[in-house]
């Protein structure tokens, strides 16, 4: 066959790293049945998720988690159909490749900021760089703060190390439920961009979800449930 012809055979597809598919869910037997748009993300790309009190903007990052199963459809992240994975194979791939940033934090008392990503790195199986916790320790502004105590943190250095737990071990999807809905204008930019650095550094695709309209701006994509 000419090169030429095989050029033109040649098909791009464009790989995508986030899909789902007809996604619903029902808390109860009888309950509202909770739909959602289809999402389509390719590597490295970030989408706003925007939607008002109780249209489903947290049930959704719960399906997109694989913290919840959805009554049809499906999740795919990274080829991986959550659906399709038995529980234990399904906390492996969450703690590998999701990073969750959630509004509450969940760091552990009973460790100082070092350890707290230590402990999340070895709870993701993953390798325990000293220096990569210090690398991201930098990048979010806690060097300082390494051997203090949870309890010795402000409420914004307490975000930022929610940040750095969820990107310590470099996963492939981002999720972060409210971000910024407690933060005032300035603390709310430095939030999204601190997330968006996070994602870029590590070619992650990072999804907000939120009812902050704030944050419109700096995304490209979205959509609104
Ligand atoms: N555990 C539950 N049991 C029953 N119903 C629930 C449960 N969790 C949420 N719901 C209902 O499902 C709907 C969607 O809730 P969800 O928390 O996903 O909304 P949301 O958009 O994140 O809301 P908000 O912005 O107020 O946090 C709501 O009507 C809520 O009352």
Do not use: W
């Not at 899909?19 to 590597?43: C, D, H, M, V, W």
């Not at 509450?104 to 990503?117: D, G, M, Q, R, T």
């Amino acid at each position: 066959m000419a090169y030429s012809s095989l050029n033109k055979r040649v098909v791009f597809i464009k790989f995508r790293m986030i899909q789902t598919e007809n996604l619903t869910y029902q808390y109860k037997k009888r309950g509202a049945i909770l739909s959602f748009p289809n999402i389509a993300l390719e590597k490295g790309k970030n989408l706003l998720i925007l939607g008002e009190s109780g249209i489903g903007k947290t049930t959704l990052l719960h399906l997109l988690a694989g913290l919840l199963k959805p009554v049809t459809g499906n999740v795919f992240i990274d080829n991986t159909d959550l659906n399709a994975l038995k529980s234990n194979k399904l906390d492996k791939f969450r703690g590998k490749n999701i990073g969750l940033v959630f509004q509450k934090k969940h760091a552990i008392v009973s460790l100082n900021v070092f350890n707290n990503l230590k402990a999340r790195l070895l709870f993701s199986n993953a390798l325990v760089h000293n220096k990569k916790i210090e690398i991201v320790l930098k990048q979010l502004g806690l060097s300082e703060l390494k051997k203090n105590k949870i309890s010795e943190l402000s409420e914004g250095q307490l975000q930022r190390l929610g940040i750095a737990l969820s990107v310590i071990h470099n996963p492939k999807v981002l999720l972060a439920d409210e971000p910024t809905s407690s933060l005032d204008d300035k603390n709310c930019k430095i939030v999204i961009k601190l997330l968006k650095n996070q994602a870029k550094q590590t070619n992650a695709n990072l999804i907000v979800i939120t009812h902050d309209h704030r944050i419109k701006s700096f995304f490209q994509n979205s959509i609104t449930l």
